[in-house]
């Protein structure tokens, strides 16, 4: 791949482009979710050891943005969502975008290494590797099954907060990562049902291009359905309480009401209304795993506040 062949030189890059190449919002994800895995944690952090550990989480997220938009560039180039990027729009050369994700990559894992353990370091680099290689270049191109194997990459990081405060694994850590794991594929479904011709046009494998838009909708309702004992399974564990139990109840209700009148429509129904349903879906998908990981965080204050008390 060409360090060169995006890049025409019709202005100068700024800091914005920069930015932009570690993928902020992706990135705001990561980092909330692994924050919520260190905070629940059992096992006290300092602040500051707490705060560094976040901000180098961030910085390989960060890191793995920059290396899959490197990659991806070709991609970009023809998909309407993505042509605007800083190394289709021709404002950053690839070369650069692979020396800043190689550069960060190293930096994270070191820094995390020190800052926190080398489990959680080792963790992060398995993180970016998996999200890089395995999805970015071989899972994304070659099966529809992409973003459900894929998607692991990005249920990682709480387990990497966890493992920052307690130095291992836990059954809270693997459900928190079963519930992001999960909630993966209807949420990309979703954004792939009205998205479909931007896949197509990319010859990306993503599940409306192989298989049909009816098809998709099949496997967004059996998946929201499998995620709901998972999510409220957390309910179950020394992390979760009353706070999330009630939370998850009612999002997952919703959210299977949602899959559910996803299912029953028809193309030409979704088609003459712009894909309503299917674009309300998919934002309500990013408030479920939101809101899921905010009340982990209000039943441990809870349990503070109790602790004090007592």
């Not at 020190?114 to 290689?133: C, D, E, H, Q, S």
Request: proline share 4%.
């Amino acid at each position: 791949m060409s360090d060169l062949s995006a890049y025409d030189g019709t202005r100068e890059a700024g800091f914005g482009d920069y930015v932009a190449l570690l993928k902020p919002r992706v990135m705001s994800l990561v980092v909330f979710t692994a924050f919520v895995g260190l905070a629940v944690a059992p096992v006290h952090v300092h602040p500051l050891v707490a705060f560094a550990s976040i901000l180098f989480i961030a910085l390989g997220g960060g890191a793995s943005g920059a290396l899959n938009m490197w990659y991806d560039a070709d991609i970009d180039r023809v998909m309407r969502r993505t042509a605007g990027r800083p190394i289709p729009a021709g404002r950053v050369a690839e070369g650069e975008a692979l020396g800043l994700g190689l550069a960060l990559s190293g930096i994270s894992v070191v820094m995390l290494g020190l800052a926190a353990n080398w489990f959680a370091g080792l963790f992060l680099a398995f993180t970016i590797f998996f999200y890089a290689v395995v999805y970015t270049m071989w899972l994304k191109r070659v099966t529809p099954q992409n973003i459900v194997i894929g998607g692991a990459a990005g249920a990682f990081p709480p387990m990497i907060g966890w493992a920052c405060a307690t130095g291992g694994i836990s059954v809270e850590s693997v459900l928190m990562f079963a519930l992001i794991f999960m909630w993966t594929p209807p949420h990309f479904w979703a954004l792939a049902l009205f998205m479909k011709e931007d896949y197509h046009r990319a010859g990306v494998p993503m599940l409306t291009v192989t298989h049909g838009r009816r098809a998709t909708r099949a496997h967004i309702l059996v998946y929201t359905i499998l995620l709901a004992p998972i999510a409220l399974g957390l309910a179950a564990t020394s992390i979760g309480g009353p706070v999330y139990l009630a939370a998850s109840l009612v999002l997952n209700a919703r959210f299977v009401i949602g899959a559910w009148r996803i299912w029953r429509r028809d193309e030409t129904q979704a088609e003459a209304d712009g894909y309503k349903a299917e674009k309300a879906f998919f934002r309500f998908s990013l408030a479920y795993l939101f809101l899921h990981f905010t009340a982990l965080l209000a039943d441990a204050a809870l349990r503070g506040i109790g602790m004090e008390i007592w």
